[in-house]
Antibody
Framework: QLQLQESGPGLVKPSETLSFTCTVSGGSISSSSYYWGWIRQPPGKGLEWIGSIYYSGSTYYNPSLKSRVIISVDTSKNQFSLKLNSVTAADTAVYYC???????????WGQGTLVTVSS | QSALTQPASVSGSPGQSITISCTGTSSDVGGYNFVSWYQQHPGKVPKLMIYDVSSRPSGVSNRFSGSKSGNTASLTISGLQAEDEADYYCSSYTTSNTLVFGGGTKLTVL
């Protein structure tokens, strides 16, 4: 059974870079047909897909965030990571990592981590 | 890319059936059978309820069903139960090799 665990700071200053790592257990991040994604949810609002990555390193980004996002994968550590630069208060959200079957659906998800952007 | 359109809220009484719509375009919902639905209780992680328009993951009640017609997908919950009260989100693959979510629908069980 796949399990995912995000790790990262709960507070980031405006204009800085938000960084998260998701550790996958119970399976290999290099499994074919599995992709790995990041989703966020501002407080009281809906879900927003940030981007996804395949173990080969192929990346897919939300066009609205593409200029500020880098997603990477480390197969040796069974981890994938998110970097979002030049953050503002609008980036305050719960950030989730999730497995994906191809680029079709999400599941399982990590537990989510609230990140607040504030000075 | 624009978010898929869902009603902000729907409601129903226990035992009734409700349907939540999810409207997109021919570039997403209408173009692929890759629509999924997620249930999210307050403070909890979203849970996959339906994938590929109408398939149900193991462990999800058969009271949940999905369908699609043109650019609109639908989630139907039959035999409403109090525990079904939650937020529901649809998602679709798009022509740009991206994913898009709906704005979410709050289901209230009266």
């Amino acid at each position: 059974q796949l399990q995912l665990q995000e790790s990262g700071p709960g507070l980031v200053k405006p204009s800085e870079t938000l960084s998260f790592t998701c550790t996958v257990s119970g399976g290999s991040i290099s499994s074919s047909s599995y992709y790995w994604g990041w989703i966020r949810q501002p407080p009281g609002k809906g879900l927003e897909w940030i981007g996804s990555i395949y173990y080969s390193g192929s990346t897919y980004y939300n066009p609205s965030l593409k200029s500020r996002v880098i997603i990477s994968v480390d197969t040796s550590k069974n981890q994938f990571s998110l970097k979002l630069n030049s953050v503002t208060a609008a980036d305050t959200a719960v950030y989730y990592c999730a497995s994906m079957w191809e680029l079709r659906w999400f599941g399982p998800w990590g537990q989510g981590t609230l990140v607040t952007v504030s000075s | 890319q624009s978010a898929l359109t869902q009603p902000a809220s729907v409601s129903g009484s226990p035992g009734q059936s409700i349907t939540i719509s999810c409207t997109g375009t021919s570039s997403d919902v209408g173009g692929y059978n890759f629509v999924s639905w997620y249930q999210q209780h307050p403070g909890k992680v979203p849970k996959l309820m339906i994938y590929d328009v109408s398939s149900r993951p193991s462990g999800v009640s058969n009271r949940f069903s999905g369908s699609k017609s043109g650019n609109t997908a639908s989630l139907t919950i039959s035999g409403l139960q109090a525990e079904d009260e939650a937020d529901y989100y649809c998602s679709s693959y798009t022509t740009s090799n991206t994913l898009v979510f709906g704005g979410g629908t709050k289901l209230t069980v009266l």
